[in-house]
């Protein structure tokens, strides 16, 4: 499988600063990777927010998250201060994927974990998946 890090842009539409709080570390005394994967989700939702939308309100659908790719660079700590940096790409008539740059914040940010996800639009009353609103993608595409 290829390199997330080939996908990298050099510059994102968004990002989004929290720590790593106790909650985050696991038996390794380092971030666990299925948290890595609730970093990507509160920096999605932030993200959408950004735009004005939110998982269940995309211009008259929902989105859902049908696939995730984590590759880990460098550990994690309690009290780091992290960047989640998202970037919207790979449009189809169904969905677009999502990539996500997670570095240790700092004077010489230190890269830490790449994610991508693929999300659908989905009406989850009919639960079917649905068409991308061309809205959407121009909004996204920035």
């Given at each position: 499988m290829p390199s997330l890090k080939q996908l990298l842009p050099t510059t994102f539409q968004f990002a989004y600063q929290f720590p790593v709080r106790i909650t985050d570390i696991n038996y390794g005394g380092h971030v666990g990777n299925d948290k890595l994967l609730v970093y990507a989700h509160e920096a999605r939702l932030q993200f959408l927010q950004h735009y004005g939308y939110t998982?269940?309100?995309?211009?008259?659908?929902?989105?859902?998250?049908?696939?995730?790719?984590?590759?880990?660079?460098?550990?994690?700590?309690?009290?780091?201060?992290?960047?989640?940096?998202?970037?919207?790409?790979h449009f189809t008539s169904k969905g677009f994927d999502l990539l996500y740059k997670i570095e240790k914040a700092a004077a010489q940010p230190m890269l830490a974990a790449i994610v991508l996800t693929?999300?659908?639009?989905?009406?989850?009353?009919?639960?079917?998946?649905?068409?991308?609103?061309?809205?959407?993608?121009?909004r996204l595409s920035v």
């Open positions: 998982e269940m309100e995309l211009d008259n659908t929902s989105l859902m998250l049908t696939k995730a790719s984590i590759e880990i660079r460098n550990e994690l700590f309690f009290g780091d201060q992290l960047s989640v940096a998202v970037q919207a790409m693929t999300m659908i639009c989905y009406d989850y009353k009919n639960k079917k998946v649905t068409s991308l609103p061309e809205r959407t993608r121009q």
